[in-house]
């Protein structure tokens, strides 16, 4: 009787099991997929041209000789970016997998025509994680932005989203965007998005594994300017100066590095930012609103180029003012031509 119970519990455990444990209903396996890294969006004829930064499994391998680029790009036109998405099946045996994205970037004339559009696609796909950055390229396409074969990482998308990370941690004038950011700034009213934009350096000669077994390199990329948005739709540029202020006000920035003249003799001096906090107070002043920056900045001296005696605690003060008015100097012309 007691084996009979036994065997009773025993049959009912295992069918309770095979019900809770079904395993991944949805999963797919690597040689059926294609993983992204970036994506490039153009306009062309009123359509959506997208370029898809796809990893080449076969150039992965650390002990193997490099044949041919370590990314594929796929490209197709349609009315919207999910239409042409699926319309890159037409051209390859994988679907393509948008959880590993790592960059966006919008051809300049996709961004004053708007971005909401093509970004509602990724808002809404749920393959679409939402780490990834956005970026405007200026003088170039889109297309060419994930194309080209970047020097360092061998990952064309890894090696800008690394570099645009560090560089907004060590250098003031770029700002790291990701698809949370321009969602936040795009639904709340009084805030306007704002994109970093992205050149491309002797592109022709760029498009093949030459760039990196070469030296010096063929083409390269630099984050320069900070493109101002009205809307969803780009309207302006930021130059370096304007752009380092915008961040300093939005407390963006981690650390920069600034140079100027020495006080009262020939010569200049760099100094360091390694802490910086702006407090916005906003204030009525004959009943007109105005606003106050409190700025609380720590920087140390990082180079000297002038005949100056550091020791003197007369001196420092000095290099101490002439550091305070240069920075109090880029927040009012920043908001000035704001």
């Known amino acids: 009787m007691n084996s009979y119970r036994s065997a009773i519990f025993t049959l009912m455990m295992y069918t309770l099991m095979m019900i809770v444990v079904t395993g991944c209903w949805n999963s797919k396996e690597l ?21 898809l ?52 970037i919008f051809g300049e004339e996709t961004a004053k025509k ?48 690394k570099a645009l990370n560090v560089s907004e941690k060590t250098w003031a004038p770029t700002s790291a965007v990701n698809v949370k950011d321009i969602l936040q700034r795009l639904t709340k009213e009084g805030i306007e998005p704002v994109l970093t934009g992205i050149r491309l350096h002797n592109l022709e000669k760029g498009l093949s594994t030459d760039n990196v077994t070469k030296s010096p390199q063929h083409v390269n990329y630099s984050f320069t300017g900070i493109g101002v948005f009205q809307g969803d739709r780009l309207i302006g540029w930021m130059d370096e100066s304007k752009s380092k202020a915008f961040t300093y006000i ?12 020495c006080p009262n003799q020939k010569g200049t001096f760099a100094f360091e930012v390694i802490r910086n906090k702006v407090k916005i107070v906003p204030h009525i002043k004959n009943h007109e609103p105005h606003i106050t920056l409190v700025v609380d900045t720590e920087a140390n001296i990082g180079e000297v180029e002038c005949k100056a005696d550091l020791m003197d605690e007369t001196t420092f003060n000095d290099f101490q003012e002439a550091a305070r008015k240069e920075q109090e100097k880029i927040l009012k012309e920043g908001i000035r031509n704001a």
């Open 53 to 104: 930064q796809v990893v080449d499994p076969s150039q992965m391998s650390r002990n193997r000789a490099m044949e041919r680029t370590p990314t594929i790009v796929f490209s197709s036109r349609a009315n919207t970016l999910f239409e042409a998405l699926r319309k890159l099946t037409t051209e390859s045996s994988r679907k393509m997998y948008l959880s590993h994205l790592k960059f966006v």
């Open 114 to 161: 708007g971005i909401k559009e093509p970004l509602d696609f990724l808002f809404r796909d749920h393959e679409v994680r939402p780490d990834f950055h956005l970026a405007v390229v200026r003088g170039s396409s889109a297309k060419e932005a994930v194309t080209f074969v970047a020097p360092t990482e061998v990952l064309p998308a890894m090696d800008m989203y």
């Open 31 to 51: 040689n059926e997929i294609s993983v992204v890294m970036a994506m490039g969006i153009d306009t062309v004829d009123d359509q959506y041209e997208i370029s």
């Open 250 to 261: 939005s407390n963006r920035v981690s650390s920069t590095v600034s140079s100027i003249s």
